[in-house]
């Protein structure tokens, strides 16, 4: 039987799109210019057994419909049904909330609807809902205190490139000679930062410290660069200072203490497994022991709220490896654990695509996921936030779960939406939060553009928030 998506226009409109990504391993056909939107069955000799058509009035509602019928014409069934958007929790939030009684959210109504119109199954179901529960009070605390904003400093530096990148990184070694002149113009950057939260009554709450991974600069220059954030930014109302110290290898003494001294009271270490023969295979340049050594080395400095990141689904890797895994992470104690599902980005990295597919059981990434929940629950762990991207494999989904009281705010509210966050450096999003609507400016992503055209990203900047430019 051949299943073919009929559509109106050259190529399928984009919500019909997101929908087809979800069956993006199922052999569907595609053939424009058709009246309406409508969904054939054919036999093996083109005799059409069956045509549905779907009514595209409401987006929605049209979504649900497409996903319905190709659900039951291929035998697919998505964990988390119906729903496209990368904000799972969003759509949680904002049913309980549209049907708040007595100004208390209906998480049950939210269930139900995930169930009977999104046909989201009970597992990603539970997980949406205690997510969103955990979620309360910080969402609860923006509302009240509007003037809280975050600040996001991107370091576009690694020690190397792991294979299945999405952020915009560069191997440090390569572009040595530009890493001076971007503390430079990030400096000037983080001035404007300033200046707009100072004019507009800004505060600024959260920190958080990313890239890249900006321990990849060599102690001197990691400390230039802490400096640059305490000497520009007003810390006084500040809470979480995060930093992502992802890569183990990056990760000194000298770091940690300038890290520590400036406050960082957040930090992250990304093993992403602890098998080595998947380290290597994905680029990662440094061992496990490493990972046990950046940890002793930063428990020695008093870091006592460290995040570990892990992938399900990386190249090669079973269950048994991905159990490994937990267990050796097990052993290191950390605060916090984001359990993501690998995402494939782009068709360049289609190789990378079929050569995990080929060594996965379909199910294999349903058992590794619900490892991941289980292991954190046993630890005490709740998930505080959760999202979603495009091509994840087996439409599953990312985690942050951590013991109460080391949640991430900057984490949960950038996948709300619901606060302001200035941004500076290659790569970074600036959000505006006002009135209902979100605005966005964007950081060029290369170093080499960054480089020469710093002064536009601050002045994108400064006309988006009413700000005159510093003289
Ligand atoms: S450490 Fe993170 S940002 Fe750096 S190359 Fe690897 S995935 Fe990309």
Redesign the pocket.
């Known amino acids: 039987m051949k299943v073919i998506l009929k559509h109106p226009g050259e190529h399928p409109d984009y919500h019909v799109y997101e929908i087809l990504n979800i069956f993006s391993r199922c052999d569907i056909k595609y053939e424009p210019f058709s009246d309406a939107l409508s969904v054939v069955c054919e036999d093996g000799a083109g005799n059409e057994l069956s045509r549905e058509t779907i009514d595209m009035t409401d987006r929605k509602v049209m979504k649900r419909s497409l996903y319905e019928i190709l659900s039951r014409l291929t035998g697919y069934e998505s964990p988390w049904g119906a729903i496209t958007g990368v904000r799972p929790c969003k759509t949680v939030n904002d049913i309980a909330a549209k049907n708040a009684k007595n100004g208390e959210p209906d998480f049950e109504e939210a269930d139900r609807e995930l169930k009977d119109f999104y046909l989201v199954s009970g597992q990603k179901r539970a997980l949406a809902i205690s997510t969103a529960k955990n979620q309360r009070k910080f969402l609860e605390d923006q509302r009240n205190n509007p003037q809280k904003i975050d600040l996001y400093v991107a370091i576009p530096f690694?020690p190397s490139?792991?294979l299945y990148?999405s952020?915009t990184?560069n191997s440090i070694i390569k572009y040595r000679k530009y890493v001076d002149s971007y503390l430079d113009h990030l400096e000037e950057e983080l001035k404007c930062c300033a200046r707009i939260a100072k004019e507009n009554g800004f505060v600024f709450d959260s920190i958080y410290l990313g890239?890249?991974?900006p321990t990849s600069f060599d102690d001197e220059r990691f400390e230039r660069y802490m400096s640059m954030i305490l000497n520009t930014i007003d810390m006084s109302t500040v809470g979480e200072f995060a930093l992502e110290a992802?890569?183990p290898d990056s990760i000194t003494e000298g770091k940690l203490r300038t890290a520590k001294t400036a406050g960082v009271n957040r930090l992250s270490i990304n093993p992403q497994t602890m098998n080595e023969k998947t380290l290597r295979r994905i680029g990662r340049a440094h061992n496990t022991l490493q990972v046990y050594e950046a940890f002793e080395l930063a428990r020695k400095e008093g870091f006592y709220n460290i995040n570990t990141d892990i992938i399900a689904g990386l190249p090669g890797e079973s269950i048994d490896d991905f159990a490994t895994t937990l267990e050796k992470i097990g052993g290191l104690s950390p605060e916090g654990l984001t359990v993501h599902t690998l995402s494939v980005k782009r068709a360049a990295d289609l190789k990378l695509d079929l050569e995990t597919q080929s060594e996965l059981r379909p199910d294999d990434l349903a058992v590794m996921t619900t490892m991941g929940y289980d292991f954190a629950i046993s630890r005490g762990m709740l998930p505080f936030y959760l999202y979603r991207q495009k091509n994840m494999l087996g439409n599953h989904e990312n985690v942050g779960y951590c013991l109460p009281g080391h949640e991430s705010p900057y984490n949960i509210h950038i996948m709300e939406e619901d606060k302001t966050i200035l941004a500076a450096g290659a790569g970074s999003v600036t959000k505006y939060v006002t009135g209902g609507d979100i605005f966005r400016i964007y950081d060029v992503k290369s170093i080499e553009e960054y480089d020469s055209r710093w002064q536009e990203m601050i002045d994108r900047k400064n006309e988006l928030f009413g700000v005159a430019r510093a003289k």
């Open positions: 690694c490139r792991c990148c952020f990184s890239g890249g991974t992802g890569r």
